[in-house]
């Protein structure tokens, strides 16, 4: 097969590009992103990121292995004057063993994995409750302990320090709700709920996006999370025309 090294070069390009217009996203005033990176900023996220670490170092010996072997290979056994082909076939011990390395290497990879997937599933008890509505093309958002404030198509606002349970669905098609930062991406699904928990470390602004296909403007489904600090948090649900229930968890807490 040729090499079509000019559509490769093409491809490569526009991955950069991708990359640098996603990195010039930050200077828009109205979103400033505080964490380019995505680097983690939730329990969960910090957990997904070690896990990565873990499977992508495995993964990596796999990589690398049998390419050095390929190369060493290539040299030892390569055409010379008056050597003669090899005409064994199978070995079964070395199929035995090549079979069973990758189970038991796949075996220590799924283990941890587990209790990942529990603690995503499996919410602590919740500071405050939301609900995340996916609508054609944008994100509601409801608080109905703070006096049902409802907001759409703009920034989530949630304190920082505060354990997040969020009840999601959608109005049309499916959507799914995804934040790198906090670790989580949930489907949003007409007529079921789900549901996902976070507990942001730092104040700033979070990015994500719809992460479904889920029509024509599916591209532009942008999510905003502004993490505030409990006391700008109370004073922005009054503003909206909220509540702050007496007793709450979050004024105990804070
Ligand atoms: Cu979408």
């Not at 189970?103 to 602590?124: F, G, H, Q, T």
Request: aromatic share 12%; glycine share 6%.
């Amino acid at each position: 097969m040729k090499l079509n090294w000019k559509a490769g070069a093409i491809s490569a390009l526009g991955v950069l590009a991708a990359a640098a217009a996603y990195a010039g996203a930050g200077g828009d005033a109205d979103s400033p992103i505080t964490n380019l990176f995505n680097e983690p900023v939730t329990p969960i996220a910090h957990t997904v990121r070690s896990y990565w670490i873990f499977v992508a170092l495995i993964t990596g010996v796999f990589l690398i292995l049998p390419q050095i072997i390929l190369f060493w290979c290539i040299a030892k056994f390569k055409d010379a004057p008056g050597r003669k082909p090899a005409t064994f076939h199978e070995n079964i011990k070395l199929e035995i063993f090549w079979t069973v390395i990758p189970i038991l290497v796949l075996v220590v990879m799924a283990v941890p994995s587990y209790p990942i997937i529990k603690k995503i599933e499996n919410p602590p008890p919740a500071d405050m409750r939301i609900e995340i509505i996916g609508r054609q093309f944008l994100w509601e958002y409801r608080y109905p302990e703070f006096g049902d404030v409802r907001i759409s198509d703009e920034p989530l606002v949630i304190p920082v320090d505060k354990t997040v349970v969020a009840d999601c669905t959608s109005a049309d098609v499916l959507h799914a709700w995804w934040v790198p930062a906090f670790g989580v991406k949930i489907d949003t699904v007409p007529g079921r709920l789900t549901q996902i928990w976070f507990n942001v470390e730092e104040q700033g602004w979070y990015k994500g996006q719809c992460a479904e296909l889920c029509g024509s403007l599916h591209s532009q489904m942008y999510i905003d999370v502004r993490v505030v600090s409990q006391e700008e948090f109370e004073e922005w649900i009054i503003d909206r025309g909220g509540t702050i229930p007496a007793g709450n968890s979050l004024a105990q807490n804070s």
